[in-house]
């Protein structure tokens, strides 16, 4: 995982990428920055700009999918926060991906629109081939090039948006908005498979809703804001599915809206009911059902009858369409009688929300109660005089021909031409079969010949030219079959003779051939099948006639009947009315509880989700104080051991490049100074052993022609010591002075004000001394009283407590004197008596029990306040030892410390004097000796073997110093077995103390000598580096 970067910083990064042209690299960085896992504590100030460049990037470069992923991760973050930003960037996502396929449709267009450069150029023989083969014109060919890339993205865009907005109340808005844009989408490009895949996915939405409702911010259907919400996208989905004319996506349609209408508390709008009915009717009427198409006429016609607001032209448009919609209903289906399709009838009785499913007959009725037929035009209304009432089977076609010309010019009703056409016919053989037994066939056809005429209209305004249906012979025969078959009339056709004959068998079942007519005329078979009813009917007015009833009661009878009955009948519709009411009442206060108990639930919901925003909020804020003492100690550690390390590099102890010191903590900077120590060690010993080897004769006579000068500089330098220590004291002393001068000066000002100060300091201590000795007299009087009350109070309470002691004791001492005297019947008497005084006497006892709990509560407050002075000298002591060991612990840790600081001081200075000591070629000598002479230098041929190394502590002296201090140190060294003992340092030099020299350690690794040799094959070593004094002086040049 790439580590956090601050997303300023990422954006910054991005930003620089896209203007070199790597855009993957741009949108890879911001892609890496959402697996992070302080990437849920980033703000969202800074959040927002970044997601905002992310889906500018997902859509330049098609990115679906990694856009859905982001969004994602951006919504769980967001959704508790801030809608609002959730809101913004989902929006600019589908703005953008819009605004690439209006691009693309306008680059396709251009390419299209590209003039050709020969105008009479023919066809190339690739185009023709290209054309025969795919079938596609140039246009379709580029729009499949350039505009459906980015059709495909854009629907992808907008289920990505659909699927990150799902199931949550809070984002419910923008998820409705998506949705109505998704729809726009549709209708614009006439997609009707996204549209379809549109619609499902909103409904699998939908369905899910319970699934998530214990979920947080989930969705509530029972808000009525949401639930209005749901049925505008429903209604929208409706409309959309209407103009794309699929039929079967808008049916499914309306049973969403009929669902969710079924879950509202209160009644929808008029105006969307109005919209529903409406776009109901154009379903059925595709559909070709003509029933439920009237129904849903008649529900839309009662729907804007009892909203208003239409003129009087969009009245009668309306009566005519819901009189010839019911008008056009066949004959058949005027009863209702096809049982097989019930499911299906229930269903979309269901939807147009009737009680019943509804008839020819009643759809007609209640187009009259409703006032259509008069409000409709004179065409209309003719029409329904013919073919309901009027009995003219001979020119019924003649005269309603021209009524349907008229209809086909008007476009609102040339579809019921149609059915119309077969509900005439139906009407015609209806008719003839009550008039004729038998008719020819030609002569039916001359009767509907008026009905194929062409009609003599131009083309009406959209276009379409309507011409009517032809009826001949054969299309007549197979209606007529078919109504044979349907049950509508019993007819036999004769082909030899030509001839119609309608059957008419009287022992016959009942048919429905008399639905066929409203006239009322009855036919034969009918009279023939109703015998018995009528003989029924007959013999009963015959015995009505022979035993007539009795006679009726008096008038006063009568009165008093009604009265009774009238009495009974206000009674009940009392109780009815008082039932009604309370019904009423009971109704509102369940309703009023209702929504107490939604308003409560809504209260703890909105609580709950508080307690669950500020439980969020507090683990956040938890989650980001554990990140900053993580930060703080982490930076705390890198400073100390970026300290540590310069601390080192500064004291020459350890090389570490600067870069790299936040690699590494203390502990490892510790064993790098350790291991570079123990290097350096190393190092500087073999360096010894080689410098060692280096003497020769040559190193030692220019020490011999050194001390000479060496002298002087000694000299020279004890003169310049010797005049800066007198200047050093003069400007002391004169100092001294000044300060001296200056105190007096002082002391002279202020001791005018000293008798002042004086006065006040004890002008101020006198007073603070009698507030006090005013306060202490005070306080003492209080005590004093205080005790003095408490005394009493005590000295009471004991003189109390002793007289009821020797009041018991006296009686208990006269008790045992009379048990003594006499028998057991006396002490059991006396003993009553003892009991009866006891209980005579409650004071006294009352007054030792107030003494015993009084004693046993001082007891144990006694030993509570022993228990709790015990545990408060035991803490004491326990913190005082932990003080003890704290500050033994500390001393030790002290001393430990001081002793390695001391240890490593001593290594540090014997580390430093070795090479002074034993470097013989490269340090300098000291003089500590008055006498000068000359002497051999020590032999600088190596010890064999056998004999031990020479020690490094001695170093080079004088000859004088040697003299002076009575050895020789030729002698002493083959005494010693070449080893050059420390020289004494008791007797002091007559030049003074030398001023030390440069140490080597000083000036770094010696550079390698050049080893040499003579002519002789001896070994030579010229030294490559000069010696350096401190002091002003130099040596000659060698």
Request: glycine content about 4%.
């Amino acid at each position: 995982m790439a580590p956090f970067t601050k997303p300023e910083t990422v954006l910054k990064q991005a930003e620089g990428l896209v203007q070199v042209g790597q855009s993957n690299a741009a949108l890879q960085s911001l892609t890496e920055m959402f697996s992070s896992k302080r990437f849920r504590s980033t703000p969202l100030t800074s959040l927002e700009p970044i997601m905002l460049r992310f889906v500018e990037l997902c859509v330049d470069m098609r990115r679906g999918r990694t856009a859905k992923e982001g969004l994602m991760q951006y919504k769980n973050i967001a959704q508790n926060s801030s809608v609002t930003s959730i809101e913004v960037v989902i929006k600019k996502f589908i703005a953008l991906s819009d605004a690439k396929v209006q691009e693309a449709q306008e680059q396709a267009e251009r390419v299209i629109a590209v003039d050709v450069d020969d105008l009479e150029a023919s066809e190339t023989p690739e185009d023709v081939l290209l054309g025969a083969v795919s079938g596609d014109q140039n246009k379709d060919r580029t729009d499949r090039a350039l505009v459906t890339p980015w059709l495909k993205f854009s629907w992808e865009s907008y289920r990505t948006a659909l699927e990150t907005l799902k199931n949550n109340a809070r984002l419910e808005a923008v998820y409705q908005q998506i949705a109505l844009q998704a729809f726009k989408f549709c209708l614009k490009h006439s997609r009707k498979v996204e549209f379809r895949r549109l619609c499902e996915t909103l409904r699998l939405h939908l369905a899910n809703v319970a699934k998530y409702s214990h979920q947080t911010h989930s969705i509530n259907l029972s808000d009525p804001d949401t639930l209005q919400r749901h049925l505008d996208t429903r209604f929208a989905q409706l409309n959309a599915s209407v103009e794309l004319e699929l039929w079967q996506e808008a049916f499914r349609s309306v049973e969403d809206v009929h669902n969710l209408l079924t879950l509202a508390k209160k009644a929808p709008r008029p105006a969307m009911m109005a919209n529903y009915y409406e776009k109901l009717t154009r379903i059925f009427l595709t559909s070709g059902n003509a029933l439920y198409h009237a129904a849903a006429w008649s529900r839309y016609y009662s729907v804007v009858r009892a909203v208003g607001g239409k003129s009087e032209e969009e009245l009668a448009q309306l009566g005519g369409l819901v009189l010839i919609s019911a008008l056009a209903i066949p004959v058949s289906l005027a009863d209702g009688e096809e049982e097989e399709v019930k499911g299906k009838s229930a269903r979309l009785t269901a939807l147009l929300g009737l009680s019943k499913p509804p008839t020819r007959t009643s759809l007609l009725r209640d187009a009259l109660l409703r006032n259509a037929l008069n409000v409709s035009s004179p065409e209309i209304r003719l029409l329904h005089q013919i073919l309901e009432v009027d009995l003219h089977p001979l020119t019924i076609c003649a005269t309603i021909a021209p009524i349907f010309r008229s209809l086909a010019a008007d476009s609102t009703y040339a579809p019921y031409l149609s059915p119309l056409n077969k509900v005439l016919l139906s009407r015609l053989l209806g008719q003839l079969s009550q008039v004729y037994s038998s008719v020819r066939l030609t002569y039916i056809t001359e009767l509907i010949a008026p009905l194929n005429e062409p009609y003599d209209i131009n083309p009406r305004a959209d276009g379409v030219s309507v011409e009517p249906e032809i009826w001949d012979s054969n299309k007549l025969e197979a209606y007529m079959m078919g109504c044979a078959r349907r049950g509508e009339l019993s007819i036999r056709i004769d082909h030899a003779e030509g001839s119609v004959t309608f059957a008419s068998d009287v022992f016959g079942g009942s048919s429905p051939v008399a639905s066929t007519s409203s006239t009322g005329a009855v036919p034969c078979g009918d009279l023939i099948r109703t015998r018995f009813s009528r003989l029924a009917t007959t013999l009963s007015n015959s015995l009505l006639q022979l035993y007539p009833p009795p006679a009726t009661p008096s008038a006063a009878e009568e009165y008093a009947t009604l009265f009774k009955a009238a009495e009974e009948e206000r009674k009940r519709l009392a109780i009815r009315r008082t039932l009604t009411t309370r019904r009423a009442e009971l109704l509102s206060e369940l309703s009023v509880r209702k929504e107490k108990e939604e308003q409560s639930r809504k209260a703890e919901q909105a609580r709950k989700d508080k307690e669950e925003e500020n439980r969020r909020a507090l683990e956040g804020d938890r989650r980001r104080a554990q990140e900053r003492l993580k930060r703080e100690l982490e930076a705390a550690r890198k400073e100390e051991a970026k300290t540590l390390a310069k601390t080192l590099i500064a004291k020459g102890g350890l090389k570490v490049d600067a870069e790299d010191i936040e690699k590494y903590d203390t502990t490892k900077l510790v064993a790098l100074q350790v291991e570079q120590l123990d290097k350096e060690k190393r190092d500087f010993s073999e360096r010894l052993r080689i410098l060692h080897k280096r003497i020769d004769h040559l190193e030692r006579a220019f020490r011999k022609e050194e001390r000479p000068l060496l002298e002087q500089d000694y000299e020279r330098q004890q003169q310049e010591d010797h005049v800066t220590h007198e200047m050093t004291v003069a400007m002391r002393r004169a100092a001294a002075q000044q300060k001296h001068r200056e105190d007096l000066e002082a002391k002279a000002r202020l001791s005018r004000i000293m008798a002042d100060y004086q006065a006040r300091c004890k002008e101020i201590t006198d007073r603070r001394q009698e507030d006090y000795e005013r306060r202490r007299a005070e306080a003492q009087k209080l005590i004093d009283a205080e005790k003095e009350v408490r005394r009493k109070k005590v000295f009471a309470e004991r003189a109390a407590q002793q007289k009821s002691r020797e009041i018991i004791e006296a009686r208990l001492r006269s008790y045992e004197e009379e048990l003594r005297q006499r028998d057991i019947g006396t002490v059991l008497f006396l003993l009553v008596l003892l009991l009866n005084y006891s209980q005579a006497d409650p004071i006294v006892a009352r007054k030792e029990e107030e003494e015993s709990s009084r004693a046993e509560a001082e007891a144990a407050a006694a030993k509570e306040e022993a228990a709790k002075r015990a545990a408060e000298e035991q803490a004491l002591e326990a913190r005082k030892l932990r003080e003890a060991e704290r500050r033994k612990t500390a001393e030790e840790a002290r001393l430990k410390l001081q002793k390695e600081e001391e240890a490593e001081r001593h290594r540090l200075e014997r580390q430093a004097a070795r090479p002074s000591n034993g470097d013989v070629a490269a340090s300098t000598w000291r003089r500590s000796g008055a006498n000068s002479g000359t002497s051999t230098p020590t032999s600088s041929i190596p010890p064999s073997s056998g004999r031990p190394t020479p020690t490094l502590g001695g170093a080079y002296r004088p000859p004088a110093l040697r003299a002076a201090s009575g050895a020789n140190p030729v002698a002493r060294t083959a005494a010693a077995g070449d080893v050059t003992p420390p020289l004494p340092a008791s007797k002091p030099s007559p030049f003074g103390q030398a001023r030390p020299r440069q140490d080597i350690s000083r000036q770094g690794t010696p550079p390698p000598r050049v080893v040499e040799k003579d002519a002789d094959g001896f070994q030579t070593a010229t030294p490559k580096f000069k010696v350096r004094r401190t002091g002003p002086g130099e040596a000659p040049p060698r």
